[in-house]
Nanobody, 122 residues
Framework: VQLQASGGGLVQTGGSLRLSCAASGFTFSSYVMGWFRQAPGKEREFVAG??????YYANAVKGRFTISRDNAKNMVYLQMNSLKPEDTAVYYC??????????????????WGQGTQLTVSS
C-alpha cells in the first residue's frame, strides 16, 4: 500500500487550495480514505473522511473543506476554501480497509502518506 500526498503550499487567509493523494497497491474503491493534519506541538487530528458513501468532516472544517475521490484514478482530494491561519499544518492522507463509516481516530487507519505542508498566512 502506498499513499502519496501533494499540493500543499503557502496561501493567504481566505484563499483556497486542493490537496491530492495518489494511492496504489490496494483495492482503492473498497477503502475508507481520510485526511488528517498535524500542527507543530499538537496531536494529529482528523479533518475529513470518505467511506465510499460520501464525506464526513471535523467541525473545524465543515462547510469549508470538501473531500472527494476518483476511484478510476485511485485518487482522493481535499478541496480547502476560506483558509485560516489555524489550518496551517502538515496534511496526511490515510486509508483503512474497515467496513462502515465515521472513522475519525488515527488508529483506525493503517496506511499513511508522507504528508504535505500547508501554511496559511495572516
Amino acid at each position: 500500500v502506498q499513499l502519496q500526498a501533494s499540493g500543499g503550499g503557502l496561501v493567504q487567509t481566505g484563499g483556497s487550495l486542493r490537496l491530492s493523494c495518489a494511492a496504489s497497491g490496494f483495492t482503492f474503491s473498497s477503502y475508507v480514505m481520510g485526511w488528517f493534519r498535524q500542527a507543530p506541538g499538537k496531536e494529529r487530528e482528523f479533518v475529513a473522511g470518505d467511506a465510499r458513501r460520501g464525506g464526513y468532516y471535523a467541525n473545524a472544517v465543515k462547510g469549508r473543506f470538501t473531500i472527494s475521490r476518483d476511484n478510476a484514478k485511485n485518487m482522493v482530494y481535499l478541496q480547502m476554501n476560506s483558509l485560516k491561519p489555524e489550518d496551517t499544518a502538515v496534511y496526511y492522507c490515510a486509508g483503512s480497509d474497515r467496513a462502515g463509516t465515521g472513522y475519525t481516530q488515527p488508529y483506525w487507519f493503517d496506511s499513511w502518506g508522507q504528508g504535505t505542508q500547508l501554511t496559511v498566512s495572516s
